[in-house]
């Protein structure tokens, strides 16, 4: 049978969770917002917001055991059809996938290139990184082919033989890469700072931008809004306890983001270098430092770009899962088909990302002053995914009865625990994501 065992599960979903969004944005955001406070509203964000939601997908996957659009129906109060239509979230799994997989294609580069060479100014790097983006399209191509095609291929496979397993071999290898570079960064003088950085909260730092970038991290993170945890339950066997799973998962995502950080910080702060570098952090700020570490440095630098690699490919399976299953569940095609069919239409947005930041192109590709992958990215991420959100709120909330949602808790946890997650998800999540959606898009 095509399903995940549950420490498969686990895995995979921790596998999803974790990812660039972990390693890179999380360390780069943490910098920009100054350290502790941002980290305390983050975890609080997790633990209120993230969980609360990962608990809903993960409730509304394994109760429907099928794609995002049935399962909604078959959990809705007299099986709603009209429900059909929360099917489209798997549309922005694809779209996340496009220009994740170009980033992937970034770091593949960076693999690459730290074996032989460093750049020892900062101001070379950045300009390597600008050059690699705007300029060296055949090579982004080639790279965004390889991720894509890797990608294509595990899924292909499915669940057991695909996703598991390719979840079970480098999860472990990532928290292996972690493991050597934290201990690195233990010796470092420089862990102190890291450390007081990171746990000190200073809260003068803090306003509405953070509390929101915060909660759109917490939601990022998790893989939230985009049906991955909901189709992931869906291939949980059914007596399998999803609270604990999602517990875990939530424990295995945070503890590996704040690990990035204390290794990240650790590594700026021996160098003297500025933490609130933003999403050059670590495409020119690392590299610089790892090349006055000589031979060892070059290790290093491999070594984490591997492990961001290995993060991202087990990220990028679970985006275009929710799809495929869509495709596979709504219009009985097979596997390969729905492959084909969704693996051809992110590859396709994927050229498209990548050109619109090419000098050559970008022109072309630019709409409304943004380019094409600044819009997949925002549209994702500013309104499908909290979109996606807010009705999966209102769904449970309203259109559930609660003593099924109730039976489906008791059945692993206690009353309280119940009670807890659905005034969560009647009224603060909903509240606190429309909120999230209003600022983005401009309205407050
Ligand atoms: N959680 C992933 C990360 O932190 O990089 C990103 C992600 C994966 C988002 C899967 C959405 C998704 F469906």
Not at 260 to 284: D, K, M, Q, R, W
């Amino acid at each position: 049978m095509n399903k995940f065992s549950r420490i498969g599960f686990i895995l995979a979903a921790a596998g999803s969770a974790v990812g660039l969004g972990n390693i890179w944005r999380f360390p780069y955001i943490t910098g920009e917002y100054g350290g502790g406070a941002f980290i305390l509203i983050y975890l609080l964000a997790i633990l209120f917001i993230g969980l609360t939601m990962f608990l809903a997908e993960a409730v509304i996957g394994q109760n429907g055991q099928s794609d995002v659009s049935t399962s909604f129906v078959a959990l809705s109060t007299s099986k709603n059809k009209n429900w059909k239509f929360a099917g489209f979230m798997v549309a922005t799994g694809l779209i996340i996938l496009s220009f994740y997989s170009v980033v992937l294609g970034w770091i593949l580069d960076y693999v690459i290139t730290s074996f032989s060479t460093l750049p020892n100014e900062a101001s070379i790097a950045g300009a390597n990184f600008e050059r690699l983006i705007s300029e060296d399209v055949g090579s982004l191509i080639v790279y965004h082919t390889l991720i894509a095609g890797t990608v294509i291929f595990i899924v292909l496979k499915g669940i057991k033989d695909g996703i598991e397993k390719i979840n079970l071999i480098l999860m472990p290898l990532l928290g292996l890469i972690l493991a050597g570079l934290l201990i690195y960064a233990l010796t470092l003088d420089s862990f102190s700072q890291a450390v007081s950085f990171m746990f000190t909260p200073d809260f003068s730092k803090i306003d509405s931008h953070a509390l929101l970038a915060a909660l759109g991290q917490a939601f990022f993170t998790l893989s939230l809004g985009v049906g991955t945890i909901l189709t992931y339950s869906a291939s949980l066997p059914k007596k399998a306890n999803f609270v604990k799973s999602s517990i875990v998962v939530a424990i295995v995502d945070t503890v590996i983001a704040l690990v990035a950080g204390l290794i990240i910080f650790t590594f700026l702060f021996t160098a003297g270098a500025e933490s609130a570098a933003g999403p050059g952090l670590v495409f020119i700020s690392l590299p610089v430092i790892f090349s006055g570490w000589g031979m060892l440095g070059h290790i290093i630098a491999v070594s984490f770009f591997v492990a961001l690699v290995f993060a991202g490919i087990t990220s990028a399976v679970s985006m275009i899962e929710p799809a495929l299953r869509f495709f596979i569940e709504r219009y009985k095609i097979s596997r390969q088909k729905a492959t084909l069919i969704c693996g051809g239409s992110f590859y396709f947005l994927g050229i498209i990302a990548l050109l619109s930041m090419s000098k050559s192109f970008g022109a072309h590709l630019t709409f409304f002053g943004k380019n094409a992958f600044d819009i997949m990215d925002f549209m994702t991420s500013s309104i499908m995914m909290p979109l996606a959100a807010i009705l999966i709120c209102i769904f449970l909330a309203y259109f559930v009865e609660k003593d099924t949602l109730k039976e489906k808790f008791l059945a692993h946890t206690n009353e309280t625990v119940f009670n807890i997650w659905y005034f969560l998800i009647k009224f603060i999540v909903p509240i606190a994501i429309t909120i999230l959606l209003l600022n983005k898009l401009g309205a407050i």
